[in-house]
């Protein structure tokens, strides 16, 4: 089977930093993206690690580790804005994604 | 501005009715998504298309069908709707590109809800 774990909650505070742990067991693995969605709002994609290691984008990195078959996003300088959910998706054999169950991300004044 | 548009934001309808979802992309995309989406269980894939008139069944396609007549326009049937279809439907569009193929982009969503 195939099957994505995150957290379901993280809380941290204004100008926190924050790190979001993905693990997964698919039948293929092809690289590992990360997404954002607000409340009422559509995912919007963030990140793509395809191999070993940190990929920064501004305020957000994302780590991949294929031996560990684990991922995780990290957010710095934490804002208000970033309150969220974010999910993990794995890119397998061919052209889709298995998303994780996402976790929702709370930032406090 | 990249776009992906569905054709509804809230959808009511009956148990046994026949429901169309529409969705359109204006970024010439080859990829085409139907997900829907649960409290606690993520986006789960129903179908795919990776081209005109291609279709793949996603982790869920039980009581679900598409069409993709036009490479902008993937639609999402439901033959016969029934109450543990009440969810948000996303539809998503990506590149083939090698370089693209891992950044979808989602529409608004559509809201149904069966009673």
């Known amino acids: 089977g195939q099957s994505l774990e995150q957290p379901s909650e993280v809380t941290a505070v204004e100008g926190a930093i924050v790190q979001i742990n993905c693990t997964y067991q698919t039948s293929g693995f092809y690289g590992l993206s990360w997404y954002q969605q607000h409340d009422g709002g559509a995912p919007t994609f963030l990140s793509y690690?395809?191999?070993?290691g940190l990929e920064e984008t501004g305020r957000f990195s994302s780590f991949l580790s294929r031996s560990d078959s684990y991922g995780y996003l990290l957010l710095q300088e934490l804002q208000m804005k970033d309150s969220a959910s974010y999910f993990c998706?794995?890119?397998?054999?061919?052209?889709?994604?298995?998303f994780g169950p996402g976790t929702r991300l709370s930032v406090l004044p | 501005d990249v776009k992906v548009t569905q054709s509804s934001r809230y959808l009511v309808k009956r148990t046994g009715e026949k429901v169309f979802l529409e969705c359109v992309q204006d970024m010439d995309h080859e990829n085409m998504f139907w997900y829907r989406q649960d409290p606690g269980l993520g986006l789960r894939l129903i179908y795919f298309s990776y081209d005109v008139k291609m279709k793949e069944k996603g982790d869920i396609p039980e009581g679900y069908s598409v069409s993709r007549e036009k490479k902008e326009r993937f639609s999402l049937i439901l033959e016969s709707a029934s109450t543990n279809q009440t969810s948000m439907y996303l539809c998503?569009?990506?590149?083939?590109?090698?370089?693209?193929?891992?950044?979808?982009?989602f529409g608004p969503g559509t809201r149904l809800t069966v009673t």
């Open positions: 998503a569009s990506s590149s083939r590109r090698r370089d693209r193929v891992y950044e979808q982009y």
């Open positions: 690690n395809a191999l070993d």
């Open positions: 998706a794995v890119k397998n054999h061919g052209q889709n994604f298995v």
